[in-house]
């Protein structure tokens, strides 16, 4: 399941994911609001928690990231992922070298610095 994060600041884009995570969680919640997020702005800031409660990813989710941050690839601003997971904190740090923004990860519990970081 995939759901906004609210509150957040003028040009900063939030998900967070929790249970299974499918393909029409992408197709439904973040590419909509990556498209909202976009209209509005030349770039943003993308927050992506994978929360506590995660449990994983279908294939079908993990195809739709990637076509999610290839077609917006140059859309992005900085992006911090915010996870407890390790194989996601890895798979991240191996992937940020090709992504043309700062990526950063963050604990679950440093979830304020994320925002605070993005914000900056």
Same mark, same amino acid.
């Given at each position: 399941?995939m759901k ?37 702005? #030349?770039?943003?800031? *993308?927050?992506?928690? &994978? ?5 994983? =990813?279908?294939?079908? +989710? /993990? ?7 290839m077609r ?18 890895? #798979?991240?740090?191996? *992937?940020?070298?090709? &992504? ?5 990860? =963050?604990?679950?519990? +440093? /979830? ?9």
């Amino acid at each position: 399941m995939m759901k906004i994060i609210p509150g957040l600041p003028e040009g900063v884009v939030g998900v967070e994911a929790s249970g299974d995570v499918t393909g029409e969680d992408y197709e439904s919640v973040l590419e909509p609001a990556v498209e909202r997020g976009l209209k509005g702005h #030349a770039k943003i800031r *993308f927050l992506y928690q &994978i929360g506590r409660e995660f449990t994983s =990813f279908t294939a079908g +989710a /993990l195809w739709d990231d990637a076509k999610v941050g290839m077609r917006h690839m140059t859309g992005f601003e900085k992006c911090a992922v915010v996870t407890d997971v390790k194989w996601i904190r890895d #798979a991240v740090n191996l *992937f940020r070298v090709v &992504i043309p923004c700062p990526v950063k990860v =963050f604990d679950n519990d +440093a /979830l304020a610095v994320a925002k605070a970081w993005l914000s900056a």
